[in-house]
Structures are given as structure tokens and as C-alpha cells.
């Protein structure tokens, strides 16, 4: 019976790596923001497993693992130019991106929070919808990794969350970021 359990959970999470693939590559065109080097990383671990331990304890103990790099990495920061939703994500890692999809798969009832800060240049009004902007820019890039929609929940915090002064260039600067945090 733990055999059969153990060919089922490896042919489900081969399955799960070729859905992603064939989504991204094949209906998606965009084969260059898959990669699957998290997921091979995560079955070969768990084809390894010769400790006798259940296919239930091994996959918690990857799910685990994911959860300290996860809380290792802290909180994710992009960084946008002056009135710009737009950014570059390449900040975030392939294999950050990889474990967070991988630990919510195993934790459906986890939340990634996705704020969207700017700096105090504009009115209130327009930061603010800069700012929600910015989150949703990020929560989209995210649910294109493969992450639930409904696993990211997106907010504005405008420019009342500054980290740097707002006074100097380069405080501005570092206060135009969208942050992903991961709820415990």
C-alpha cells in the first residue's frame, strides 16, 4: 500500500510540473518564465527519500523546507521607477517563486500579501492608486509563475509606509517598491 501511495504522489507531482510547462510553453508562448528546475529539484529530493519515513512525512518535510527558505528570504521587494506600475522582477528569484508556489500548493489556506508603496511626490489620491497599481502589477507577474489568484491579496499603503526619507533622491527612491510578504 505505501509503494502504490508513493507511485501516486510522483506521477501527481509529475503531472503537476507538466500542466505548468504545458500552460506556460504551449498556450501561453512564454516558455522563458517557466522553469521547472524547483520542481525537479523538489521530486528528485523526495525520489531520494531513503529514510523509510511515510510519502506524507516526506512531503511535509519538503513543505517545511520550503517554509524556512521562505522565512530565510524574508520579505520580497521591486522597485519602480518615479510614476511607473512597471518594473523588472528579475529581483525575484526563480527558486523563491518555485518554493512559494510550491509551499501554497501544500497550504491552501496561506495568504502572500502584495503591498504597493511610492514616495510622497504627487497627490494623495494619485499615490494611492499608484501604489494598488504597483500591487496588482506584481500579483499579476505572480499568478503568470503559476501562483492562485486567490492566494494573493493586493493592497495600496501610498506613501505612508516610507522606509527612507523623502526627502533626498535616493530615499525616494527606495520608498517606491511593492513588498511580498508571506502570512504565517
Not at 506521477?11 to 528546475?37: E, N
Not at 517545511?64 to 518615479?82: C, H, K
Not at 501604489?131 to 493592497?155: M, N
Request: glycine share 8%; charged share 20%; with cysteine.
Amino acid at each position: 500500500m505505501r509503494n502504490y501511495v508513493y507511485i501516486l504522489f510522483i506521477l501527481l507531482v509529475i503531472w503537476i510540473a507538466g500542466s505548468g510547462y504545458w500552460y506556460v510553453c504551449k498556450v501561453r508562448g512564454d516558455c522563458g518564465a517557466y522553469t521547472q528546475a524547483g520542481t525537479d529539484q523538489m521530486i528528485q529530493s523526495f525520489a531520494e527519500n531513503d529514510t523509510g519515513q511515510s510519502s506524507a512525512d516526506s512531503l511535509q518535510t519538503l513543505v517545511d523546507e520550503a517554509e524556512d527558505f521562505l522565512v530565510s528570504a524574508g520579505v520580497q521587494r521591486v522597485y519602480f521607477n518615479i510614476s511607473s506600475a512597471v518594473c523588472d522582477m528579475s529581483a525575484i528569484s526563480e527558486e523563491y517563486l518555485s518554493k512559494l508556489k510550491f509551499y501554497l500548493e501544500n497550504y491552501p489556506g496561506k495568504k502572500v500579501i502584495v503591498t504597493g508603496h511610492t514616495d510622497s511626490s504627487g497627490t494623495a489620491s494619485f499615490n494611492e492608486k499608484l501604489g494598488q497599481q504597483r500591487a496588482d502589477y506584481v500579483k499579476d507577474f505572480l499568478v503568470r509563475t503559476g501562483i492562485l489568484s486567490g492566494c494573493i491579496d493586493c493592497s495600496s499603503r501610498s506613501f505612508r509606509d516610507p522606509v527612507a526619507s523623502n526627502d533626498n533622491i535616493e530615499g525616494r527612491a527606495k520608498n517606491r517598491r511593492t513588498e511580498i510578504t508571506i502570512l504565517k
